[in-house]
């Protein structure tokens, strides 16, 4: 039986980062870690920060499709690790209000000045599709309708 999004919101729930693919140039793939902030429960899309001038804004804004990937340490009594892969659509948000409703303080190592950090950037990406893998089960959750770009 597949699992339900709240299941799957569970098992991402200890992540502390993702690692985000985006498509890069002549067709490779890039991948950098995120901040997943665990603190926030997954309803489908996830928050990032980042700098307007970096290679990742520049590979989004050419091509919004990306991939997420999770991996959360060994259960109790030895389960083998969990792995989630979240294939979306990123959006790039440059509203300070947005900024504000998604800050938690643990932002702050990375951007100094808060919210309002010259040439911050929120990413949202809309998740569209789930693949997991948690010690012995395995399956697939669509999330939304895959989105145009």
């Known amino acids: ?4 999004l709240k299941q799957l919101a569970e098992m991402m729930r200890d992540v502390d980062f993702a690692m985000l693919s985006t498509h890069s140039d002549g067709g490779t793939i890039a991948a950098r870690p995120m901040s997943n902030n665990r603190e926030v429960d997954y309803d489908g899309d996830n928050w990032f920060f980042a700098c307007e001038d ?3 804004i520049a590979d989004l804004e050419a091509n919004a ?3 997420l990937g999770f ?3 060994a259960g109790l009594l030895g389960m083998k690790p969990v792995f989630v892969h979240i294939e979306g659509v990123a959006e790039l948000i440059r ?5 504000e409703a ?3 303080k643990g932002l702050s190592l ?3 000045e808060g919210v309002d950090t010259p040439g911050l950037v929120l990413i949202k990406v809309h998740g569209t599709r789930a693949h997991y893998w948690d ?3 395995q399956g697939e959750i669509m999330l939304a309708r895959e989105v145009a770009v």
């Open 1 to 4: 039986m597949a699992k339900t």
């Open 65 to 67: 499709q990306v991939g």
């Open 95 to 99: 509203d300070k209000a947005a900024f």
């Open 110 to 112: 990375w951007f100094k």
């Open 71 to 73: 991996q959360a340490k």
């Open 102 to 104: 998604h800050w938690t």
């Open 135 to 137: 010690g012995e089960d």
């Open 54 to 56: 970096t290679r990742l």
